[in-house]
């Protein structure tokens, strides 16, 4: 099984900023995608920010040029570095973690999502 867990959420003032880690563990072969999503009170989940294993990344628009994915391989993680924040940014984090799974013969596809971590940005 592979499991995904979420850190670095909390409270900051608008134009704050936090960082938000993911690692990912258990029986994993590779990682394809790594994602954050988030979810406001009310409203669907939305993705973020999103890196594959070539280093490509895509941002949703509403928070390009302020944040900023990074992955480290060698830990199976993931990284969201939020400048600038803005009290629309509040919601729960979600990371999502895509790949392959070595505990079956063949191996086979895994798609995990963390628990969540709340960030709030107060005006």
């Known amino acids: 099984q592979v499991h995904v867990v979420e850190s670095g959420g909390g409270l900051v003032q608008s134009g704050g900023s936090l960082s938000l880690t993911c690692v990912a563990s258990?029986?994993?072969?590779?990682?394809?995608?790594m994602n954050w999503y988030r979810q406001a009170p009310g409203k669907q989940r939305v993705l973020v920010a999103r890196?594959?294993?070539?280093?490509?990344?895509d941002y949703d628009d509403s928070v390009k040029d302020r944040f900023t994915i990074s992955r480290d391989n060698a830990r199976d993680a993931v990284y969201l570095l939020m400048n600038s924040l803005k009290p629309e940014d509040t919601a729960v984090y979600y990371c999502?973690?895509?790949?392959?799974?070595?505990?079956?013969?063949?191996?086979?596809?895994?798609?995990?999502w963390g628990q969540g971590t709340q960030v709030t940005v107060s005006s």
């Open positions: 890196i594959v294993s070539s280093g490509r990344v």
């Open positions: 999502n973690v895509e790949g392959w799974s070595s505990d079956t013969r063949p191996p086979h596809r895994f798609d995990t």
């Open positions: 258990g029986t994993i072969l590779s990682i394809d995608g």
